[in-house]
């Protein structure tokens, strides 16, 4: 998949100010990979790795060695194209999301390419982003769709919230407090 280049210039812009140790990318052109790895060089961010998905998102060994790739790395971004097969891919979005680190991004790339409404497209990449948006911590940013030709209106997600949902629930600490 092709991406325009106001969004190469929201990649790099993302990758410089995140500074990730991991990036995952599901199913992305060979291009965008050279792009990442030029891009990790460059800004010398040590130690950073790009894990690269192919294939089916959901298979449960794919999922795993994504996983294991990430090691104990807190600093993650995930970019996300769906397969050609995937026309609203909600489940492979939540499954990627999680890896993402608080403050850093989900990038759908492509998600101009579903634009139902329209009568040119099945894909539904525009409802399963709301819908993620909707249950799991991210926001859309905005800010990233001002150019006048981007690929990824709507696809840059921000996780804003942490990992844990709610500290006041856990026992061990309400344990401690009381000491």
Not at 119 to 147: C, H, M, T
Request: glycine share 6%; with cysteine; proline share 6%.
């Amino acid at each position: 998949m092709d991406i325009a280049p106001a969004d190469v210039l929201n990649i790099q812009d993302i990758v410089y100010k995140t500074r990730p140790g991991r990036i995952i990318t599901v199913n992305v052109a060979p291009g965008i990979l050279v792009l990442l790895d030029s891009l990790l060089r460059l800004m010398q961010i040590a130690g950073a790795r790009i894990v690269n998905i192919n294939g089916d998102p959901l298979d449960p060994y794919v999922l795993g060695e994504a996983e294991r790739a990430l090691d104990a790395e807190e600093n993650v971004l995930v970019l996300f194209a769906p397969r050609q097969e995937d026309h609203f891919p909600l489940d492979a979005l939540r499954a990627y999301a999680r890896f993402v680190s608080c403050r850093t991004y989900l990038i759908f790339l492509g998600s101009v390419f579903g634009q139902p409404w329209l009568g040119y497209s099945k894909n539904w990449f525009q409802k399963a982003i709301r819908a993620l948006v909707a249950e799991a911590p991210f926001a859309i940013d905005y800010s990233r769709d001002q150019q006048l030709i981007t690929t990824c209106p709507m696809g840059y997600l921000q996780r804003t919230g942490g990992l844990v949902s709610v500290l006041d629930d856990d026992e061990f600490a309400d344990a401690l407090s009381d000491e």
